[in-house]
């Protein structure tokens, strides 16, 4: 498995580092994983990935993974041995618009597909909606993995790779027989809840018990961690603070708040349905890097290929690295097999996987790992 690892933000270097991979016998297909802090242009990546002979996916990240590194600026292009069938799914804001006609008018070989990369704009509002039409439409017959591409400045713009060139608020599916073992963990615990969530609209929540959601929020933290609302960012302190949605007899969905909308609304990334009881969560270092150890062991473990041809593929949350700060590198450390087993992957905006057995859900805060064929 060729894998091209470079902190240049140099589109020329990333034009040269598509042919080199994509050069490799057997390349079948590019990876392409890109960081927010290269600032790539549409204009000018557009024709570099319209040239592409072979199919590409992947996206712009706030920050990728090459091995245990964690990268602020560069790109890791990866050439699949497998062929991806790509397309995409546009509209992913449209309120009136479904996914589900969408989807069943693409013209894939299930037969023929073991896994499915599923990239989203991560500033998109419906990707819960998205989710559940892809799992409605294409049930467990396949793994999925994927995230949330975009900024952490919260600007919506181009983050979507594909070989028509940068795309925005779209989804962008890449079919494939590659066999994977996917694994999903996230660590955090219950701080305060639960509470029913009475009004939301889509991924804001505007109150909580009928109380404004915000105020109900900054006591819970408070109560915890002193006047923090007062010295610090909103985002700074949501970090460490995030929504738990409950599910029946399953580790609860994670939602992270993000920011507040003009009436101190919360914003989260991924919808929070109305009527859902949610909690207040809590973590510390510990449980979040035991999370990852069993998110690695669980994709481990549900490999089915063979051993020495195995790669990992990490969508690990953003805020996960904002949380434990200088200890992440503890977490790369435990989602590591060994020294011997290519590592990459991204820092995403929410994540999105199952494994042929659970429900297809999008994740915040989440470490998810798919051991993949290589």
């Known amino acids: 498995m060729p894998i091209k690892s470079s902190s240049s933000i140099a589109v020329s270097d990333l034009a040269s580092g598509l042919a080199e991979v994509a050069s490799q016998p057997g390349v079948a297909s590019l990876l392409v994983l890109a960081c927010d802090g290269n600032g790539y242009a549409a204009e000018s990546v557009d024709p570099i990935l319209k040239a592409q002979k072979l199919p590409v996916a992947g996206g712009v990240f706030p920050q990728i993974i090459s091995g245990t590194t964690r990268m602020e600026k560069g790109f890791v292009i990866v050439g699949l041995s497998e062929p991806l069938q790509v397309e995409t799914i546009p509209g992913l804001s449209v309120v009136e618009d479904g ?11 299930l037969s023929k597909t073991r896994t499915v990369m599923v990239f989203v704009d991560g500033l998109s509002t419906r990707i819960n909606d998205l989710v559940e ?16 591409a975009g900024s952490l400045s919260l600007e919506q713009r181009p983050c979507l790779f594909t070989n028509r060139g940068m795309v925005m608020d779209c989804a962008v599916l890449a079919f494939t027989n590659m066999q994977t073992g996917i694994g999903v963990s996230h660590g955090w615990q219950d701080l305060e809840g639960p509470f029913e969530v009475t009004e939301s609209r889509r991924n804001t929540v505007v109150s909580l018990d009928w109380q404004p959601a915000y105020e109900v929020y900054r006591e819970t933290v408070e109560a915890h961690a002193g006047n923090v609302f007062a010295s610090k960012d909103f985002f700074e302190i949501a970090s460490s603070y995030p929504f738990g949605i409950s599910r029946l007899a399953a ?7 993000v920011s507040l909308g003009p009436n101190n609304e919360i914003v989260c990334i991924g919808e929070v349905p109305q009527q859902a009881f949610v909690h207040i969560l809590k973590g510390d270092p510990a449980s979040l890097i035991a999370a990852a150890k069993e998110a690695l062991r669980r994709g481990r473990d549900s490999f089915e290929g063979r051993v020495d041809r ?5 969508v690990d949350c953003i805020s996960r ?12 450390e435990a989602l590591s097999i060994d020294t011997k087993t290519p590592t990459f992957g991204v820092l995403s905006l929410g994540e999105i996987a199952n494994n042929r057995k659970d429900y297809l859900e999008f994740y915040n805060k989440t470490a998810v790992v798919a051991v993949i064929e290589a």
């Not at 690295?321 to 790369?332: D, I, K, S």
């Open 321 to 332: 690295y904002l949380f434990l700060g200088a200890e992440f590198v503890r977490e790369l």
């Open 133 to 148: 039409d892809l799992f409605a439409v294409f049930g467990l017959e396949a793994n999925y993995i994927g995230g949330g």
């Open 251 to 257: 580790e609860k969905i994670v939602r992270d708040p």
């Open 99 to 109: 996914f589900e006609d969408r989807l069943e008018s693409l013209d894939v070989d």
């Open 310 to 314: 195995r790669a990992v593929f990490l």
